[in-house]
């Protein structure tokens, strides 16, 4: 029986039809720190990662309702915690404040941010117990 080689994927974009490609530019680069050009804007060598299409029509541009469109990683709470600082000193719309949920195994916590169409960007980490 031969074993399945599985191709190892490095990263991934998140592809958001904007209503304003040049405000959604900037906006992801000033508010969120992203290298922005014509192909994508980017944060952390494609730690986030989004592909920006400037939409036909205002109807095409549709976030998910109720929850994350994109939802990021982070390594632990106090990397967290310096991410919402600096997210929110740029300029970043802020869409829920940092909030700790506790589980039996540690706890988690999270926070997230609106861009200029309602797109909701949320970043997390988790702490073990122990």
Not at 8 to 24: A, C, F, K, M
Not at 44 to 64: C, E, M, W, Y
Not at 69 to 88: I, P, Q, S
């Amino acid at each position: 029986m031969s074993e399945t080689v599985k191709a190892r994927i490095e990263n991934s974009l998140t592809v958001l039809l904007v209503s304003d490609l040049e405000q959604s530019k900037k906006y992801y680069e000033e508010a969120l720190g992203c290298e922005v050009n014509e192909h994508w804007a980017i944060r952390d060598h494609f730690g986030l990662g989004f592909k920006l299409i400037q939409a036909q029509s205002t109807d095409d541009v549709r976030p998910n309702k109720g929850t994350w469109n994109t939802y990021a990683y982070v390594r632990n709470h106090d990397e967290l915690d310096a991410l919402f600082v600096e997210l929110k000193t740029n300029g970043a719309i802020i869409d829920t404040e940092p909030k700790v949920t506790e589980y039996d195994w540690g706890s988690w916590k999270d926070f997230s941010i609106r861009d200029l169409d309602g797109y909701v960007t949320g970043f997390g980490s988790g702490n073990k117990n122990g």
